[in-house]
């Protein structure tokens, strides 16, 4: 089943995801409390297209830009914000793979896409000294390349095709990406992700025990991360169109509980929740937050759109610190107003059986990915001292 001509534009993108949300969006609540992994409402996203968006037009995709992934996930993130994180990185490995694959690699992979596959990461690892420490060897043999190592945080891969493994190659020293089946003997998926949120992404730990990979199905990632080509910027993009998606179903689920549950504050001297001056006024300020947070998202989308469209270090700059300044406005609205939901909603909507705090632990539990202290960082750098945000990959 190719899967290109379900989507053909970023209207018909945008239109999936939003049709799919509003359905997605009744069993959520249900399936964070009890992790159920969605394996049934992946493959819906699968089958609508939505693994699909930058398969290039040459291999028959859509191709189609940053901004619209990054909408297709702030929608879907509305309704479900696990469900928006598990295309994650199979959107980043497949700009890896564009970036610096082969063009028999790409073909093979691209295609696969089309005809439903998905990738997962395989990429972090708890046992090193920071995050950027990779333990997992690839080992080139005459009988061919080896993996070894444990790996955690691999977001997806309970419903993955293919992983895309971080390694290092220890002949060169240099980290490179494996694309293998998940099938492949010697790997071990283990459904062992507890976070307080985001409960069904699956992002768990995948172990390999020397597992054969094809020459032809690994790169290597520095020309990825060490060039300007706003690889960086896109892998943020996504995680700031979560955020966004999270505060902007926090305060649709809040206004939704005020009007139907809530009760007045007796000293408001009114009959109905929502008419409570103070309860507006709050809501007010909430809309502005994840105002902000999505016209930021916008220019975001736009930026990394140009550093894709005409790579420069120029355009690889603007686009990072535009998404570094939607990232701290996204993690702001998306920590506040799930909390502040409760603040609105009244005791009521603290009881267990609303559901309403997944929003808060989604939120929380997201925008712990990337520090925004050193987005921060970055921005008062440039602004300062007319210092480019660094090309490693994750800003």
Known sequence: MTLASAIDSAEAAVRAASELAVRLADGAAGRDRDRRLPHAEVERLSDAGLFALTVPT?????????????????????????LAQIPHSHYVYLTALRLA????????????????????NAQSERSGPTVADVATTLTRTPEGARLNGEKFYCTGSPYAHLLAVLARDPDSGE????????????ITIVDDWNG????????????????AVPPDAVITRSP?????TGYG??????????????????????????????????EAGVDR????????????????????????????????????????PETAAEASLAVATAKVLADR???????????????????????????????????????????????????????????????
């Open 233 to 266: 910027a896109f892998a943020q993009l996504l995680h700031v169109a979560i955020d966004a998606g999270i505060a902007r179903g926090a305060l649709a689920a809040a206004a939704d509980f005020v009007r139907t549950r809530s009760r007045p504050w007796f």
């Open 58 to 82: 040459r291999f028959g995709g859509p191709d189609l830009p940053p901004s619209v992934v990054a909408e297709v996930f702030r929608i879907l993130a509305t309704a479900d914000a696990s």
């Open 273 to 312: 929740a929502q008419d409570d001056p103070l309860t507006v006024q709050r809501f007010g300020e909430l809309t502005v937050t994840v105002r902000a947070a999505e016209a930021a998202l916008t220019v975001a989308g736009a930026a990394v759109d140009g550093a894709f469209s005409a790579p420069s």
């Open 333 to 395: 609205a998306a920590t506040e107003v799930p909390s502040a939901l409760f603040e609105v909603g009244g005791t009521r909507s603290a009881g267990g059986e609303t559901g309403l705090d997944r929003y808060w632990r989604d939120a929380r539990t997201h925008t712990l990915h990337d520090p925004v202290r050193y987005k921060l960082w970055h921005l008062g750098r440039f602004t300062l001292n007319q210092e480019p945000p660094p090309l490693h990959g994750v800003v």
């Open 101 to 120: 694959g082969s063009e028999q690699l790409q073909r093979r992979v691209f295609e696969q896409v089309l005809d439903g596959a998905r990738i997962a």
């Open 196 to 211: 307080l949120g985001q409960r069904t992404t699956g992002s768990g730990t995948v172990r390999f025990q020397d597992v």
């Open 224 to 228: 990825v991360v060490s060039e300007p």
């Open 175 to 186: 980290q490179v990406i494996a694309f293998v089946p998940a099938d492949t003997p010697g």
